[in-house]
Each structure stands twice: as C-alpha cells, then as structure tokens.
C-alpha cells in the first residue's frame, strides 16, 4: 500500500530467470546494473485515472507509457521510488525490458494507493446548525502534500465518533445524528466509531471530483465533536482519520 502525494516506498521490480545449472527450482538475477525499463500506468479501482503517474519528473497519463533508467541489484531487484502517484485508488503498472537488442520481458502488478487523512465539513461556512434541520456537509481525502481533494478516492468503511461535550450535566439527554440511507448514529459524553454505510453509490450522496456531498441532521441542542474515520480503505484497515 503507498501513500498518495508520496515517493513510493518499499516497492520494487524484479527481472529474474530460472538458474540454468541447478534448475527450475531456483531463480537468478535476469537483469543488473543500469538498465531502461518502459512503465506504463491503468487504473483499476476506479476504472479510469483523472491524474498523471510521475515517473521521475515525467508525467504518464493513462494508458501511456515512459522509458526509466533504473539500478538492478545482484539479485535482480530495483528501487521503484522514482514514482509518485498523486491520486488514490488501485492502479495497474506494466513494466517491460530489452535484453540484448531482441529479447523482451513483462510484467503487470496492482498497487494500491491510499490518503492520508479525511475531512469532514460543512458546506454553509458555520459550525452552528439548528437542531432537527438537515445541513449539508461534505468527505473529501487528501495525500501527503493535501493541499487538494484527491479525485479517485471512493469511501471505504466510513465511520463517525460523534461526542457529545457540552452539555454534560446530570438529566441532559443524547440526540440522533441522521443521513442518507439508514445512516442513524446517537451521540454519546464518551463515543467510539461507528459504520455510518455511508457510500457514493447513494443516491442521496453526490460525488464530484473526490468531494462527497451529502445532509445530516442532528436531533437535539448540544455542542459535538464529529470525527470522520475510513476503516478498511481498499483492504487497508490502519485508518484514515479525519
């Protein structure tokens, strides 16, 4: 899994071959040194990519492919930090290699790349909004530099911690957080995450350029904290708060 916005980090292509003396059991370095190698980007999830593959300086648009010099290792392995992809989702790289003027090698691999951080806010410039009335509030995902919404992210497991800090006196009561679908989350002195169902596949949510829009209504007057959390992010389950 890498990190939007972000140089790869710990990823790697591997040319290898099968040892001609001790046999198919056993796998060598294909390639070593300095060697040009032509990456090309697709994306999978989302089906098409909005943003550009950087490959060491040079932008790769879907579909398109770029020539890299890259340093093999004994063991046939080479560093792939020389790339950035400034999007979210799962991406599909294809890598091909001349040997000696005649002989081609390929190989196709998935990556995911996931946010670092959600936001979560209102669309109407106040943080004050009257008990029982829908507002409009939006989710949008930012990477490592995350000046930007990233386009491609579609929600995972979205969840709210909704708590509830003023009041908190003896007698005062919890309201209901309502939303689309069957989106129904009570606030609580002391919360946890709860699965909102929350997708852009609702129709009452809309999604334009990785922003998601939606309304919720809060039941009661109080004064809340709400805290926005993907939990399982194309299979990633660490968290991406917000």
């Known amino acids: 899994m890498q990190i939007a916005e972000q140089a790869f980090s710990s990823a790697q292509l591997r040319a290898i071959k099968t040892d001609e003396v001790k046999g198919s059991n056993q796998c060598v370095a294909l390639l070593s040194g300095d060697q040009d190698v032509t990456l090309g980007l697709d994306c999978t999830n989302p089906s098409s990519c909005v943003k550009t593959l950087d490959v060491n300086g040079t932008s790769v648009s879907e579909g398109g492919t770029t020539t890299v010099t890259l340093n093999f290792d004994s063991t046939g392995f080479a560093d792939l930090s020389v790339l950035t992809y400034p999007d979210a989702g799962k991406i599909s790289l294809s890598a091909e290699a001349e040997i000696g003027g005649a002989t081609f090698i390929s190989a196709t691999a998935e990556v995911d790349v996931r946010p670092v951080s959600l936001e979560i806010a209102t669309t109407n410039g106040t943080t004050n909004q009257r008990a029982g009335l829908p507002f409009e509030t939006?989710?949008?995902?930012?990477?490592?530099?995350?000046?930007?919404?990233?386009?491609?992210y579609r929600m995972g497991d979205i969840q709210f911690s909704l708590q509830r800090t003023a009041p908190t006196s003896t007698n005062t009561v919890d309201g209901t957080l309502s939303g689309p679908g069957s989106l129904s989350i009570d606030s609580a002195i002391t919360s946890s995450f709860t699965s909102t169902g929350l997708s852009e596949t609702d129709p009452d949510v809309s999604l334009v350029n990785g922003v998601n829009t939606f309304e919720l209504a809060y039941s009661e007057v109080a004064n809340l904290s709400l805290t926005v959390n993907d939990a399982n992010y194309l299979e990633y389950t660490g968290g991406i708060a917000g």
């Not at 939006?138 to 491609?152: H, K, R, S």
């Open 138 to 152: 939006t989710i949008a995902a930012y990477g490592a530099v995350g000046t930007e919404p990233l386009p491609n």
